[in-house]
């Protein structure tokens, strides 16, 4: 999954939602919280956790079997 919200700190902005490169995420229209539709298109590029203005994002990067 390539972002993870806290829901407690994120203030529905929909900033990364905006600003995602590769529209991977939408705003879940009852949770008004972003999901990740299209996980599988992340690159982890991080900008949706740059922009969040509060902290809410955070990265989680697949393991990787070496
Ligand atoms: S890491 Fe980049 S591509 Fe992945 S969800 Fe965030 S902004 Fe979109
Ligand atoms: S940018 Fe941060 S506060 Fe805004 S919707 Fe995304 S996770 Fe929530």
Known sequence: ???KVDVKKCIGCS???RECPGDVL???PKT???INKYKNDCWYCGVCVIECPV???E???PILIV
């Open 1 to 3: 999954m390539p972002i």
């Open 15 to 17: 900033r990364c939602v």
């Open 26 to 28: 939408c705003m879940d």
């Open 32 to 34: 008004k919280r972003p």
């Open 55 to 57: 902290g809410a994002a």
């Open 59 to 61: 990265m989680e990067f």
